[in-house]
């Protein structure tokens, strides 16, 4: 079985409540495990906060969307936005082990996302930044 579902959304950190919801019901219908659901709403909270608070200079209200499948093996998020272009793939892994004082503000989300999903691919396309997280499911049931 193959779900699929656009979710379009505004630059604005209030839709993480949607977002949340969608998750908890795409869990409950297709039995995800509480990991992975915490897992992908993780994944999904960080990379919406960041295009609300990051992607948009211009302090107007901007529509992208958030595609999420889901099949036997994986589930698969497709986030795309016409902001300012971001690669994630690209930004260095913050150091863990340095004194708090000398870390360097930001990046925790990014390494965050890293951490629970399986892989993470971004692209520039038509000036729009298309980002996939992908994360394989689990064979064991909740």
């Not at 036997?72 to 340095?98: C, M, Q, S």
């Not at 499911?137 to 909740?142: D, G, L, V």
Request: hydrophobic fraction near 40%; charged fraction near 30%; proline fraction near 4%.
């Amino acid at each position: 079985m193959i779900e699929q579902t656009t979710l379009v959304l505004k630059n604005d950190v209030s839709e993480l409540e949607r977002v949340m919801g969608f998750i908890s019901s795409l869990s409950v219908r297709n039995a995800l495990s509480p990991d992975m659901e915490y897992d992908l709403n993780l994944a999904l909270d960080e990379v919406i906060s960041n295009i609300a608070r990051h992607a948009y200079r211009d302090g107007q209200e901007h529509l992208f969307t958030v595609q999420i499948t889901l099949n036997e093996e994986e589930i698969v998020a497709r986030i795309e936005d016409d902001g300012a272009a971001f690669d994630p793939t690209k930004h260095v892994a913050p150091d863990l082990n340095a004194p708090l004082e000398e870390r360097k503000a930001g990046g925790l989300g990014i390494h965050l996302i890293r951490q629970v999903m399986d892989s993470m691919e971004y692209e520039r396309v038509a000036g729009k930044n298309v980002l996939t997280l992908s994360k394989k499911r689990s064979k064991e049931t909740p």
